[in-house]
């Protein structure tokens, strides 16, 4: 018999199936015997030392069971809570895939190291009433429990502390070269820096550090052929080769939308190096910009230059008599391709290409330019390293001024010295 219990304050007694059982079974012979429910329940809770209201639930349950009164029975009342936990059960799961969504978006279960940094980091978010947990999100991602304690105890592998020695490193080149390279560049300048470091190796870490080289957009046309100017043959012919610097430059213009009107930019590029021998940023496209570049170019390069083509498209400042008489003063002569033909004048726009993906669209760039004079300040930037650091393909991943340097070495070597009697 159970302990009595003080008046008014309720018990924390559990009773078993049998016990239930028994005082329904003494309820119901009871009122057989006496004929009416007056009391009974009271009277035989008394004499067990039960709580009426208690024994009197088991009773009417009992009743709705065996079917003498309506009402929910047991087993239906069970399985409505076995429904309701297993709603609650696959709402948390839905929120877990739903948190779990971006990087479970390729297919593949992702790698134990995201599984754990996603544990970690909603292990103990509540979702309808409950923590999440850690089986729970394992279950849902399919990985085993004991995969991410595992993953938590044992020390970082070989591999992981390379990957964390290599991906500072790799992010620095990324950010020293205008966030522009892709793999294979970056690869390549990790090569350069000294790091023993792996193609593919590199490809997945830039995935895991977040970072992509520049991707190029469609090219608007800028040139404004004049129809009634003379103009000089193509002498170039789509060949954009050379066999030693200033043999053929090639020119063209671009244009930058800034806050204050249009920045228009011209490049001269020596086709042999594809280093920029001569640039200018001005407000305007007017022959004189056009010119001042082939200034730079002058000066940079030699003032007589009696081997060199110099060739551009058919824009309106290189057809006019004041540009083919400044090509004439260094020994050069002008080259022209066709009108409205891009691939006469590939080599010049490819780098108008690359600089606008690069520097005026790229990575690094957080807002519009406001001004012309900050383009011109960023370009002077931007032609120093294009010449000193850039990787060129066609160059075999070389810098155009590490290229010409080779060049002029290997000539110089190949000059024997005369001997003196």
């Known amino acids: 018999m159970p302990s009595e219990r003080t008046a008014g304050k309720p018990t924390t007694r559990r009773y078993s199936q049998e016990e239930k059982a028994a005082a329904v079974r003494m309820v119901r012979t009871l009122r057989t015997e006496l004929g009416h429910d007056h009391g009974v329940v009271k009277r035989v809770a008394d004499q067990l030392g039960y709580g009426a209201?208690?024994?009197?639930?088991?009773?009417?349950?009992?009743?709705?069971?065996?079917?003498?009164?309506?009402?929910?029975?047991?087993?239906?009342?069970?399985?409505?809570?076995?429904?309701?936990?297993?709603?609650?059960?696959?709402?948390?799961?839905?929120?877990?895939?739903?948190?779990?969504?971006?990087?479970?978006?390729g297919g593949a279960r992702p790698p134990v190291?995201?599984?754990?940094?996603?544990?970690?980091?909603?292990?103990?978010?509540?979702?309808?009433?409950?923590?999440?947990?850690?089986?729970?999100?394992?279950?849902?991602?399919?990985?085993?429990?004991?995969?991410?304690?595992?993953?938590?105890?044992?020390?970082?592998?070989?591999?992981?502390?390379?990957?964390?020695?290599?991906?500072?490193?790799?992010?620095?080149?990324?950010?020293?070269?205008?966030?522009?390279?892709?793999?294979?560049?970056?690869?390549?300048?990790?090569?350069?820096?000294?790091?023993?470091?792996g193609r593919d190796q590199v490809a997945r870490l830039m995935r895991a550090a977040g970072i992509e080289g520049a991707r190029r957009t469609k090219r608007l046309r800028t040139t404004r052929a004049d129809p009634v100017a003379a103009r000089h043959p193509d002498l170039v012919q789509r060949q954009f080769r050379a066999d030693a610097p200033n043999q053929l430059w090639v020119t063209d213009l671009t244009y930058v939308p800034t806050w204050a009107g249009v920045a228009y930019v011209c490049f001269i590029v020596d086709a042999f190096s594809r280093m920029?021998?001569?640039?200018?940023?001005?407000?305007?496209?007017?022959t004189s910009m056009v010119l001042d570049a082939l200034e730079m170019a002058r000066w940079s390069r030699g003032t007589r230059l009696p081997d060199l083509r110099c060739h551009s498209d058919a824009g309106s400042q290189f057809t006019s008599v004041r540009y083919g008489e400044r090509l004439a003063e260094i020994g050069a002569v002008p080259s022209i391709g066709s009108v409205g033909d891009s691939f006469d004048n590939a080599l010049a726009e490819t780098v108008n290409g690359y600089y606008k993906a690069e520097l005026i669209r790229g990575p690094a760039r957080d807002g519009p330019w406001k001004t012309v004079e900050d383009v011109e300040l960023a370009t002077l930037g931007w032609v120093h390293w294009h010449n000193h650091q850039r990787l060129h393909g066609y160059l075999g991943d070389r810098p155009p001024h590490e290229y010409e340097q080779a060049f002029y070495a290997a000539h110089r070597d190949d000059q024997h010295p005369v001997g003196i009697p």
């Open 53 to 105: 209201e208690s024994v009197r639930l088991w009773v009417r349950q009992a009743d709705v069971d065996d079917g003498h009164q309506p009402g929910v029975t047991t087993d239906e009342a069970a399985r409505v809570r076995e429904l309701e936990q297993e709603v609650r059960e696959l709402r948390r799961a839905n929120e877990v895939l739903k948190r779990a969504a971006k990087f479970l978006r």
């Open 276 to 286: 920029i021998v001569g640039w200018r940023v001005a407000g305007h496209m007017r």
């Open 113 to 197: 190291p995201q599984v754990v940094a996603f544990v970690d980091a909603h292990r103990d978010d509540v979702v309808e009433g409950r923590r999440l947990g850690v089986e729970l999100i394992c279950r849902v991602l399919q990985v085993a429990p004991s995969s991410y304690y595992a993953a938590k105890t044992r020390p970082a592998s070989a591999r992981a502390r390379r990957d964390a020695e290599l991906t500072p490193r790799l992010v620095g080149l990324w950010e020293n070269n205008y966030r522009v390279y892709g793999a294979r560049k970056l690869w390549k300048a990790a090569r350069r820096d000294g790091l023993d470091v």
